[in-house]
Nanobody, 120 residues
Framework: QLQLVESGGGLVQPGGSLRLSCAASGRILSIGAMGWYRQAPGKQRESVAGITRDGSTNYADSVQGRFTISRDTAKNTVYLQMNSLRPEDTGVYYC??????????????WGQGTQVTVSS
């Protein structure tokens, strides 16, 4: 079945960097837009960055200039390079993708999340 598998989360000190990866697997016909979201306990999940199939990107104001989203369409993978990390970046990061599966149904998929903790 279709799924998104994330990696790269962890504990980092303020000012440090992390690179998150998310790969889609399964019987995939096509992948559209992909993105990264994050959520802190008791708070609503928020969009961090998104990228279309043609490479257009968008970022939340809070991460603009510090984070970079990219994708490798051939590998069905999206990345999030996070630099100059701040404590307020702490949260569970989720990847998201629109995927056309072998049943010819377009669905929105979520990864299970990876914890990012920025603390000294």
């Amino acid at each position: 079945q279709l799924q998104l598998v994330e990696s790269g989360g962890g504990l980092v000190q303020p000012g440090g960097s992390l690179r998150l990866s998310c790969a889609a697997s399964g019987r995939i016909l096509s992948i559209g837009a992909m993105g990264w979201y994050r959520q802190a306990p008791g708070k609503q999940r928020e969009s961090v960055a998104g990228i279309t199939r043609d490479g257009s990107t968008n970022y939340a104001d809070s991460v603009q200039g510090r984070f970079t989203i990219s994708r490798d369409t051939a590998k069905n993978t999206v990345y999030l390079q996070m630099n100059s990390l701040r404590p307020e970046d702490t949260g569970v990061y989720y990847c998201n993708a629109k995927i056309l599966g072998s049943d010819y149904v377009l669905r929105n998929y979520w990864g299970q999340g990876t914890q990012v903790t920025v603390s000294s």
